[in-house]
């Protein structure tokens, strides 16, 4: 965590840097780019650290090293992007203009930054930070990154004041003495001037986020309702495929399921759902335009969830080595033609008949349900991964600890876990 964390600090200022000095030759001035004060721009932050945690194994590949350092920088903007537009009310960028790009936040120049990220970052500047941070003693290191986070988080909520102009709710507060009413009020229309000033001139393109009206039907459109419901669907519809696909090549009816409790393969949920959330608004876009997509978010998602269950989890769940044309056994060009093809069959011809059902749920009812599917589904998700963590520990010979561990080691012994998960190998 040391690590990251400094990891996080130093590509979010080069980020910053490169941004501002790209908004300097483009202006002719300095403009700050970052939507906080201060020299961190954490778009890059983020991004660096899951290129590190997901793709570190692709050094020696730069062709893929690029492409899944493109897609992950590109997601990176897309949800950060979306979740200050929900926050702030506002979108802060907006690249609607540009001939190739995502929801107006992502286009082809924030792709390939995010592919040279990937390959500077992996190749080169990681072992120079490494070897610059081994240099410096720990606990010297440890308080200067204390106190830039300190003022980072101090930076946050001043921004987040700023927009939401919550200061001026604090402060009429009829409990709170009259003379820290005007020092408030003082601070607060100064910090504005200052914030207002500088984000007009980083974001002048900034639009405020239309209000719409409200609806009656449920889960109307691309909402966060119908994301959910998808998830589980495809979950579900995803676990049903695998089964009967694996059944019809290799006559053996085996368990596809990500969770201990019930039929549901998390990584279609995902795969489809957030497919839907990024392509929602090219779904009548052509075929070929669909499949290419498909091929590459698809084989990306694939590979990171193939490294995310192997640091987490200890085990490999699928191995595409004895496959021609595979990525490190993680990835395979057949099964990237899959999801090409079920990206395609999904937006054009099986998403619109789910999304008319599911709009057709009652409101109350609709909200009720989700709620209690919700926390089933996070319930689920927990009790199966520490049923997996202890399946691991058992394999090291580590003993329960209390009885909870003893009661989930009976539980889900070795061959319940073994029935659940029969292509989980061990790392």
Known sequence: MYFIMWLFLVYSFLGWIFECSYAAYKHNKFINRGVLAGPLL????????????????????????FIGSAIIYGLCELIVGNLLQVIFHKKWWDYSSSKFNISGFVNLRSLIIGGLLGITSITYLNNILINILNRIPFRIGFVILIVILSLFAIDIILTYFYVLGIPKKFVRAEKIHKGLIKLSMDLNEKIIYIQERRIKKAFPEAKEKVKKEKSNIFAKGCNSYKLFWLFIICSFMGDIIETIFCYITTGILMSRTSLVWGKFSIVWGIALSGGTWVLYNYREKSDSF?????????????????????????????????????????????????????????????????????????????KIITFLMLIFIMMDLIMSTIALKRYDLRSSNILANNSFESWVDETYNDNTMKKIYPNGIKK
């Open 42 to 65: 954490s778009i890059y932050g983020i991004s660096a650290i899951l290129i590190k945690l997901f793709l570190f194994d692709l050094s020696d590949r730069i062709v893929f090293l």
């Open 290 to 366: 669909l499949f290419l997509f498909g091929v590459i978010l698809g084989g990306a998602f694939e590979y990171i969830c193939s490294i995310f269950t192997e640091l987490v989890f200890g085990q490999v769940f699928w191995d595409y080595s004895h496959i021609p044309f595979n990525l490190g056994g993680r990835i395979n060009l057949l099964y990237c033609f899959f999801w090409g093809i079920a990206s395609v069959i999904w937006l054009k011809k099986i998403y619109p008949h789910i999304s008319k059902l599911i709009e057709k749920i009652p409101m109350k009812i609709g």
